[in-house]
């Protein structure tokens, strides 16, 4: 069982493995949304058994009905989850949230992130919206804000901006679908760090790539010391499973050559 961990300072406690609900995802659909309703909940409710307490989930990835349904199930206090938007303008932004609260059965958003970032000069072109969900935050709708970046200079720019309290980064020791090395993106995520934004990592097995030793990749993450968690696309008990002892492993210090050396 995972001991929950702070999320930099947004006062929200989470597992340091994150059920990503999101594999292949975009259009409404996702790897984990086609295994079935009943099939996601019920692997969700499972995983939240085993102490994963963390859910990422999205609007693109048409998991909000999945998640609605798991928390009826596990207790709506006992998970954190995210979901993200697409959101262009305050309006398309503020509709967002209240759609989100809906489909998720929920009075707040425990964290909303903007999604998909690919530009430097994304907090001026986004400044709308940005106040738009910071007004949402304050009538209490939305507890943490944040990014998520497939863009080098938009995770840059995060890591400066105040308004950003979590990012989720992609990291793994082989580059893969990553925009920047691997060095590059952890001395980015000390930043964040540094100024207490919460951080969690996806993308740890390089999109299903480096699945010949997730342990190892899985180590090599949270050896950087710059990540709270990891999400993970999960797709059955034995995956879940499997990877409960492989962030337990690599947060009781065990290292292996990839961990230690990149």
């Not at 990291?171 to 934004?197: C, I, K, Q, Y």
């Not at 492989?246 to 947060?251: N, T």
């Given at each position: 069982?995972?001991?929950?961990?702070?999320l930099?300072?947004?006062?929200?406690l989470?597992?340091?493995?994150?059920?990503?609900?999101?594999?292949n995802?975009?259009?409404g659909r996702?790897?984990?949304?086609?295994?079935?309703?009943?099939?996601?909940?019920e692997?969700?409710e499972?995983?939240?058994?085993?102490?994963v307490?963390?859910?990422?989930s999205?609007?693109?990835?048409?998991?909000?009905?999945?998640?609605k349904?798991?928390?009826?199930?596990?207790?709506?206090?006992?998970?954190?989850?995210?979901?993200k938007?697409?959101?262009?303008?305050?309006?398309?932004?503020?509709?967002?949230?209240?759609?989100?609260?809906q489909?998720l059965?929920?009075d707040?958003?425990d964290?909303l992130?903007?999604?998909?970032?690919?530009?430097?000069?994304?907090p001026?072109?986004?400044?709308?919206?940005?106040?738009?969900?910071?007004r949402?935050?304050?009538?209490?709708r939305?507890r943490?804000?944040?990014?998520?970046?497939h863009?080098?200079?938009?995770f840059?720019?995060?890591a400066?901006?105040p308004?950003?309290?979590?990012?989720l980064a992609?990291?793994?020791h082989?580059?893969?679908?990553?925009?920047?090395s691997?060095?590059?993106?952890?001395?980015?995520?000390r930043t964040?760090?540094?100024?207490?934004?919460?951080?969690?990592?996806?993308k740890?097995?390089?999109?299903g790539?480096?699945?010949?030793d997730?342990a190892?990749?899985?180590?090599?993450?949270?050896?950087?010391?710059?990540v709270?968690?990891?999400?993970?696309?999960?797709?059955?008990?034995?995956?879940?499973?499997?990877?409960?002892?492989?962030v337990?492993?690599?947060l009781a210090g065990?290292?292996?050559a990839?961990?230690?050396?990149?």
């Amino acid at each position: 069982m995972l001991s929950p961990v702070p999320l930099g300072r947004t006062g929200l406690l989470v597992s340091p493995l994150c059920f990503g609900t999101g594999t292949n995802g975009w259009g409404g659909r996702s790897a984990q949304t086609g295994l079935g309703h009943r099939q996601l909940v019920e692997l969700l409710e499972h995983a939240h058994r085993q102490g994963v307490t963390f859910w990422d989930s999205a609007d693109q990835y048409g998991s909000h009905p999945h998640v609605k349904d798991a928390l009826r199930r596990v207790g709506r206090d006992r998970v954190v989850f995210t979901t993200k938007t697409v959101a262009k303008t305050a309006a398309d932004a503020t509709r967002d949230v209240e759609r989100f609260r809906q489909e998720l059965g929920v009075d707040s958003l425990d964290i909303l992130l903007l999604h998909c970032l690919t530009a430097s000069e994304w907090p001026e072109r986004m400044a709308p919206v940005m106040e738009a969900l910071t007004r949402e935050k304050e009538k209490g709708r939305i507890r943490a804000l944040g990014v998520s970046c497939h863009h080098f200079g938009a995770f840059q720019r995060a890591a400066d901006e105040p308004w950003v309290e979590v990012v989720l980064a992609r990291l793994n020791h082989a580059n893969l679908h990553m925009d920047a090395s691997w060095p590059e993106v952890v001395e980015v995520l000390r930043t964040f760090r540094r100024r207490g934004a919460g951080v969690y990592g996806m993308k740890v097995l390089g999109a299903g790539q480096l699945d010949r030793d997730p342990a190892a990749a899985i180590e090599f993450v949270f050896a950087q010391k710059c990540v709270d968690a990891v999400t993970i696309g999960m797709r059955s008990r034995q995956e879940v499973e499997q990877n409960l002892q492989y962030v337990s492993a690599a947060l009781a210090g065990k290292r292996t050559a990839v961990a230690a050396g990149g």
